[in-house]
């Protein structure tokens, strides 16, 4: 079994900045991708930015050039440095951790908000 707990969502003024993190616990096993997702009112959940656990990154266009993602693999955490903000980021993020075997864990969300 596997927790995903995430953490730093809030208000932020456009153009602003903020960093999601999202730390794993349980059953971790090699390889496997690391990701964000977010979800905004009325929309399907979509795909932002996932990380290998060997740090291969790949960005959904929308965010691409504005977003990047870390991952520290002795503290099962990844990170998302969300840069020059637009009120179309503003979503729930979730965090997601997959292996080669299909199984994947949701954590439970992490509400950024456009204050303007």
């Known amino acids: 079994q596997v927790q995903l707990v995430e953490s730093g969502g809030g208000l932020v003024q456009p153009g602003g900045s903020l960093r999601l993190s999202c730390a794993a616990s349980g059953s971790i096993f090699s390889p496997n991708t690391m990701g964000w997702y977010r979800q905004a009112p009325g929309k399907e959940r979509e795909w932002v930015a996932g990380?290998?656990?060997?740090?291969?990154?790949n960005f959904a266009d929308s965010v691409k050039g504005r977003f990047t993602i870390s991952r520290d693999n002795a503290k099962n955490t990844v990170y998302l440095q969300m840069n020059s903000l637009k009120p179309e980021d503003t979503a729930v993020y979730y965090c997601?951790?997959?292996?080669?075997?299909?199984?994947?864990?949701w954590g439970q969300g992490t509400q950024v908000t456009d204050s303007s």
């Open positions: 997601n951790l997959s292996f080669l075997s299909g199984i994947a864990y």
């Open positions: 990380i290998t656990n060997y740090s291969y990154t």
